[in-house]
């Protein structure tokens, strides 16, 4: 690994491990170089991450000086520094960029797990999770552009927690999933899926009380917080522990056997987290209520457009949190990393993802697209489902 961003942004130069690049704004144009390998950023996005939207006069020769001065550090690495019409390209090994690198294995452990290869699939992932350091992006300037980049790296980790957990789960082996959910939930206690697979890991480990305990802390922490009950993927989980004996008496001494467990419960709640900074934007809240409402004219996708970073993925997340009501058969999600260096996500992985969290098991989903395609179908027919997909990169 070369660039480090899943925690505090380091490089390393030569053998002599990695270190810390000078400065926070220097630190945040190498970041966001990195995260976008191979592709132009323009000086604007680049002010936007520094300054948001009140560069100082200044702020285009600052550009300049950071990108000259991370020429010179960049010069013992496999990465080059371009100068392009309107901004910058940095080149090089993606493999050699942690987050890119984590994008990299999650996929392959995507297709691994369509394929039924779950233990590689398991491996791929823990590979992936080690990557992590704490909070990605951690000493950056604190502007939206750069908490927009975080909360989509922490979503794509949580994502794989949920993914790795509940093969484990799957496998008979989600005791060993109890500590990095554990960790995941006091983190982020409000992502109801991930209580639910705690709570699963827990029961599977001969440990119900603790099950409950979680449940509880949940139910708590969403009526102080948000004012609402535990959703569906909460209540199977506990449903799933109160029909076992175990969870009204002391946990026994030894694990029992393990036994099968469901992997995720029938209807998903897959949302994002709701941007904390989102305000306005009533006009186009106001235009998807219109387009995906009850008297909506067309049955074809609704497509919000946008250049990078003006907020389509905050404007779509939080209209789905106001209108989840309306879809009681689930909310599915998915990043389709459509600029991604190693190309966008397959449609069969994320037909695959969709199918385990409408209730399919591992050995239930088909090998090929078109079968997928056909079950997914076949499974949501009728249903009232929001799909929500990110980053698109063209209408295929």
Same mark, same amino acid.
């Given at each position: ?13 030569? +053998? ?71 901004? #910058? ?27 039924? +290869? ?5 491996? %791929? ?11 990605? =992006?951690?000493? =950056? $300037? ?18 794989? %927690?949920?993914?790795? +957990?509940?093969?484990? =789960? ?44 979680? #449940? ?22 506990? +449903? ?100 991604? $260096? ?15 969290? %409408? ?16 079950? #997914? ?20």
């Amino acid at each position: 690994m070369r660039i480090r961003l899943l925690g505090p942004v380091e490089l390393r130069v030569g +053998a002599d491990g990695f270190t810390g690049v000078a400065g926070a704004q220097r630190r945040a144009v190498l970041a966001l170089l990195a995260l976008r390998l191979g592709h132009l950023v323009t000086v604007d996005q680049l002010c936007e991450l520094l300054w948001d939207e009140q560069p100082p006069p200044s702020a285009r020769a600052a550009v300049q000086g950071h990108v000259a001065a991370l020429r010179k550090v960049l010069a013992d690495t496999p990465f080059e520094l371009h100068t392009r019409d309107s901004g #910058y390209l940095l080149d090089g090994p993606a493999g050699t960029v942690d987050a890119l690198r984590f994008e990299e294995l999650t996929g392959a452990a995507d297709r691994q797990a369509g394929l039924g +290869a779950c233990t590689a699939a398991v491996a %791929l992932l823990e590979e992936a999770l080690r990557l992590w350091r704490g909070e990605a =992006l951690a000493d =950056l $300037p604190d502007t939206p552009l750069r908490a927009a980049a975080v909360d989509r790296l922490k979503q794509s980790r949580t994502a794989a %927690l949920l993914h790795w +957990a509940g093969l484990r =789960l799957g496998q008979g082996t989600g005791a060993s999933a109890v500590p990095l959910l554990e960790q995941g939930v006091r983190m982020d206690g409000l992502r109801e899926e991930l209580v639910a697979l705690l709570m699963r890991c827990l029961h599977q480990a001969g440990r119900p009380a603790e099950a409950l305990t979680a #449940y509880h802390q949940a139910r708590v922490r969403l009526d102080d917080e948000l004012g609402i009950n535990p959703g569906p993927a909460l209540r199977a989980a506990l +449903a799933v522990v109160l029909a076992d004996d175990r969870a009204v008496e002391p946990p026994p001494t030894a694990p029992p056997r393990p036994e099968p467990a469901p992997l995720l419960p029938l209807v998903p709640r897959q949302l994002p987290r709701r941007h904390p900074d989102f305000v306005g934007r009533t006009t186009d809240l106001a235009r998807l209520d219109r387009a995906c409402g009850p008297a909506r004219a067309g049955d074809g996708p609704v497509l919000v457009v946008g250049p990078a970073g003006v907020g389509k993925s905050a404007l779509v997340t939080d209209w789905a949190h106001r209108v989840a009501d309306r879809f009681p058969d689930g909310l599915l999600h998915a990043e389709l990393h459509g600029l991604a $260096p190693d190309g966008p996500a397959l449609p069969e992985a994320v037909l695959a993802r969709f199918l385990r969290a %409408l209730g399919v098991p591992e050995d239930g989903v088909p090998a090929e697209r078109a079968a997928r395609a056909a079950l #997914y179908r076949e499974r949501t027919r009728g249903r009232r489902l929001l799909v929500l997909l990110d980053d698109a990169a063209d209408a295929d």
